[in-house]
């Protein structure tokens, strides 16, 4: 099994109010996957899985993989939003809502040892409702819908609750995250 480096930018163009964010358009973006991956199927690969937390590129993973199938229809294409994956298995570990900067992810990156400054840590963000329909998906359960500018909800870029996050809470998320990855990869090798 090949792992690739992660890519270190991404579609984030709902973040880009703040200040040090850096975002590829979403067609770009998707050229790069789609020529990296082209690659390695043309090289003889039988199977590929895209793997990403963040929200913003699962439609874009989704049409890489479209586009993947469309050429190499005997190849097996997978693509997975991990934090749908494993939302059920994680929700009773932190504090609602989960979005951005949140409990989950600030847990995370304090587990990973990042620097995280937690005495400016605040909790932030609102949840938005339209006839219905949902702004911020907080619990993973909307059918339909609206993208967001994040300014729009929160000055601070926090639409959630870091101030509860720790350590100990970031290792068993990553163990989650690293067993249903295992999981996942196991299947995919039994294909």
């Known amino acids: ?9 991404g579609f ?13 358009p979403a067609d ?10 082209q690659q390695l199927l043309s090289q003889g690969f039988k199977k ?11 439609s874009i993973m989704h049409d890489v993989a479209y586009e ?14 991990i934090i749908d994956s494993v939302f059920d298995k994680i929700k009773d570990l932190v504090a ?7 409990d989950l992810e600030t847990s995370i990156m304090l587990a990973l040892n990042q620097r995280v400054i937690m ?23 909307a059918r339909v819908k609206i993208p967001v500018n994040v300014m729009e909800f929160s000055k601070s870029g926090v639409i959630g609750d870091p101030t509860r996050s720790s350590p100990e809470k970031g290792e068993k998320i990553i163990e989650i995250i690293s067993d ?12």
């Open 119 to 141: 005495s400016k840590a605040l909790k932030d963000g609102i949840a938005e409702v339209l006839n219905g329909y949902t702004y911020l998906d907080f619990k993973k359960t």
């Open 180 to 191: 249903e990855l295992a999981k996942i990869l196991d299947k995919i090798a039994n294909i």
């Open 96 to 102: 609602e809502p989960v979005y951005h900067a949140d």
């Open 28 to 37: 770009l973006l998707e050229k790069i996957l789609l020529t990296l991956c």
């Open 68 to 81: 993947l199938k469309k050429t190499f229809h005997d190849r097996y294409i997978f693509y997975v939003p």
């Open 48 to 58: 590929l899985l895209l793997i990403s937390w963040h929200g913003g590129h699962i």
């Open 1 to 9: 099994m090949l792992v690739l480096p992660t890519l270190p930018y």
């Open 12 to 24: 984030s163009h709902h973040h880009l109010a703040f200040p040090g964010t850096l975002s590829l």
